[in-house]
Nanobody, 116 residues
């Protein structure tokens, strides 16, 4: 059973920064994709960023230039550095991983609130 442990959410002022982490464990097969999605109140869950095991990244247009995704394959850990945060970034952020059998797993979510 794959377990995802997220950390790093919290309250930050507009213009501030946060770093999210997500560590995956228990996978019987190699993980080839890790990423972050978010869901704001009253909205659908949306892609934030993903990174493959080879380092290819994909970002939502709304976060390009502000967020950076990175990973540590040896630790099965993915990070999301979020800079220049604004109120529209307020959401629950979910870690997502996918293994080579194309099975996806979700974390429990971590709240990010941008407010003064």
């Amino acid at each position: 059973q794959v377990q995802l442990v997220e950390s790093g959410g919290g309250l930050v002022q507009p213009g501030g920064s946060l770093r999210l982490s997500c560590a995956a464990s228990g996978s019987s097969f190699s993980i080839n994709l890790m990423g972050w999605y978010r869901q704001a109140p009253g909205k659908q869950r949306e892609l934030v960023a993903t990174i493959t095991s080879s380092g290819m990244t994909n970002y939502a247009d709304s976060v390009k230039g502000r967020f950076t995704i990175s990973n540590d394959n040896a630790k099965n850990t993915v990070y999301l550095q979020m800079n220049s945060l604004n109120r529209e970034d307020t959401a629950v952020y979910y870690c997502y991983v996918r293994d080579i059998l194309v099975r996806g797993y979700w974390g429990q979510g971590t709240q990010v609130t941008v407010s003064s």
